[in-house]
């Protein structure tokens, strides 16, 4: 009886200890088929011309995606102008400011919610607000979604790198006469510098790839554009519009785009593990 | 009181030399740094209920014209005689997020004990890199992978799910359908993946909060590795789990770009899985660069302002959940 309850046991956990190992290998196993077929697909559709040539009109078999990787350099170039400044000071607001008061809380709560929406609802939200009153696409309201959608990874890492920087160093600061504002940017900031420049970079990862909100904001341009002002190519309404596309070049692209977006993105990661490293936390 | 004080500002702009009276109202540095970071707080916090307004704002044309119970329960989705109905967008998207968590919560929480439990030192962090590579991999990337290389292969295989699964009496109607590929199925599947880092990232940073002793003293008691896990970790993160589960049922009720690949966009409801489908987001990214009437645009922000109204509520739902365990801690230490 006691041998069997032992017996019994034992297997259950065995038995749960493989189907753990499997789950987790499953996972890696579709992580190495995305990239395999990513990396295979994408090095076949490379081409010179992809980078000094603009989008071929339909039909024809040539290469060129300049047009998109300009554009998405411009949208990606606003968002950050728009949303580390936006995240910065909300994050250095929650830290140095509202501590944790019930105010404070209640933006971090908020800020939360906002980490996790889908990237759709932002898209509608800024077609809402900008868009439709202007009447046409731009690639400026573009920025403004993917801002959006970057800012909360700002403040929150913002915020929580700011708490770790000890209370000794901001009161030798204020202790020298110092004035709140010169304590946050010349004391905290620079202590906390590594953790929120991850932070920033893990948002720009994140908003690399989005196309959803880029559909209902920039949505594309066949042509060279630098106008923010109006609709502008960009590389994952491309990769969309190509890949559901009859034409061979033109899903080729896709692929080709969908590579170096892959490589831009995980190198983005790598650099931000790398200074997420670097990250003294106090003992 | 020190009347002299307050009544020097006053007399200033009286003097002959305005400007050193401007200067000495202006505000200082501190005050205006301050201020921005105020400004920067509130916009963070705004965001979120101007998205809300502004898509409700933009759907009223749609509300007036279907009301609320007519448009969720309507299948007419037709743009040429203007007649729109959410029902089958709803359906869908329920029935594929649903396919996700069946399939995605065990395997993450597999995934995240495995990492926190089971794995050897060695193998823990490149496990757990790997895992959390499969989060930074964007969405577009997702669906094109889905639709030219996953699709196919699970043509492949849907002949086999055809007869064995579509034969049990049922819920074999949900397994019967031409081998395509792409459908609610396939669809689920890829958002499982999807949302499998999400799920597992959370569960394994909560089962770290779990205090030492306990593991320690059911281990010492002689409980299994399975049992520690079952019967200690869990019920102590038990709410932690729940949100991280609700966060990857958001992002899978709102993947937009994946879904819009592999499910096949039909705006028909049909009751077998394999069969192609839309979902809110998909029909919204299908459809909106396409609409031209006033009412089209309206009816599809009104999808988009119910996704967003289960979205937050699951989202809500999660970070409470999530933030409790936080607390929690905090109390313990």
């Known amino acids: 009886m006691i041998v069997s309850v032992y017996v019994r046991r034992r297997c259950v956990d065995v038995a749960s200890k493989i189907l753990m190992g499997l789950a987790t290998l499953v996972g890696v196993f579709f992580l190495f088929w995305i990239l395999w077929t990513t990396l295979r697909f994408g090095i076949a559709g490379m081409h010179w011309d992809l980078f000094i040539k603009d989008t071929p009109p339909p039909g024809t078999d040539q290469f060129g995606l300049r047009n998109a990787f300009v ?111 010169v304590v946050i940017t010349k004391v905290t900031w620079r202590a906390a510098r590594a953790g929120i420049v991850t932070g920033i970079l893990i948002g720009l990862a994140r908003i690399t790839g989005e196309t959803a909100p880029l559909l209902f904001t920039a949505l594309n341009n066949q042509f060279f554009s630098r106008d923010v002002f109006h609709a502008m190519a960009n590389v994952p309404v491309v990769i969309y519009q190509f890949a559901l596309s009859p034409y061979t070049n033109w899903q080729q692209m896709a692929w080709a785009a969908a590579f170096i977006t892959i490589i831009f993105v995980l190198a983005l990661s790598l650099i931000a593990r790398w200074f997420l490293g670097r990250v003294q936390v106090p003992k | ?74 299948s007419d989705w037709n743009p040429v005689t203007q007649t729109f109905g959410a029902f089958p967008f709803i359906i869908s998207t329920l029935i594929s997020s649903a396919i996700a968590m069946i399939l995605g919560v065990p395997v993450s929480f597999g995934v995240a004990v495995f990492i926190a439990e089971i794995a050897p030192a060695w193998i823990k962090k490149p496990v757990a890199n790997a895992i959390e590579l499969l989060a930074a991999i964007p969405s577009i990337i997702y669906g094109l992978w889905g639709l030219v290389v996953f699709a196919p292969a699970f043509a492949t295989i849907e002949p086999w799910i055809n007869d064995h699964l579509g034969a049990i009496p049922g819920i074999g109607l949900l397994f019967q359908g031409p081998p395509m590929g792409i459908g609610m199925l396939t669809a689920g599947i890829v958002l499982a993946i999807m949302i499998l880092p999400y799920m597992s990232s959370i569960m394994r940073d909560v089962f770290l909060v779990v205090p030492s002793s306990l593991r320690e003293s059911a281990y010492a008691m002689g409980a299994t590795t399975w049992e520690v896990a079952w019967n200690i970790i869990l019920p102590y993160t038990r709410t932690a789990v729940v949100g991280g589960i609700f966060l990857g049922l958001g992002r899978a009720l709102g993947e937009t770009m994946a879904v819009t690949f592999v499910i096949g966009n039909s705006n028909t409801l049909s009751a077998s899985l394999l069969m192609p489908g839309a979902t809110i987001p998909s029909v919204l990214a299908n459809e909106f660069t396409e609409a031209t009437t006033k009412l089209y645009i309206s009816s599809l922000i009104y999808l988009g302002l119910i996704l967003i109204a289960v979205t937050l509520t699951v989202r809500f739902c999660a970070v409470l959940l999530i933030r409790r365990l936080g607390s929690k801690e905090g109390a313990a230490a």
């Open chain 2, 1 to 74: 009181m020190s009347g002299s004080d307050v009544a020097l500002p006053k007399i200033q702009p009286l003097s002959e030399e305005p400007k050193s009276a401007g200067r000495s109202w202006r505000p200082s540095a501190d005050f205006l740094f301050h201020k921005a970071a105020v400004f920067a707080a509130i916009l963070v916090a705004g965001a979120l209920f101007a998205t809300v307004v502004a898509i409700a704002a933009d759907s009223r044309t749609a509300i007036h014209a279907f009301g609320i119970w007519g448009f969720l329960k309507s």
């Open chain 1, 71 to 181: 554009g998405s350099l411009i949208l990606l170039g606003v968002s950050l102008a728009i949303g580390v400044p936006v995240g910065l000071m909300g994050g250095t607001w929650l830290a140095e400011y509202g501590f944790k008061s019930r105010t404070a809380n209640a933006v971090r709560f908020i800020n939360d919610i906002m980490l996790s929406a889908p990237s759709i609802e932002i898209g509608l939200f800024v077609y809402a607000i900008m868009v439709a009153p202007m009447g046409h696409f731009s690639a400026l309201s573009g920025s403004v979604a993917l801002a959006v959608l970057m800012v909360p990874i700002i403040v929150r890492t913002t915020d929580e790198m700011l708490s770790l920087v000890g209370s000794d160093m901001r009161e030798a600061a204020v202790a020298l006469g110092a004035p709140a504002w």
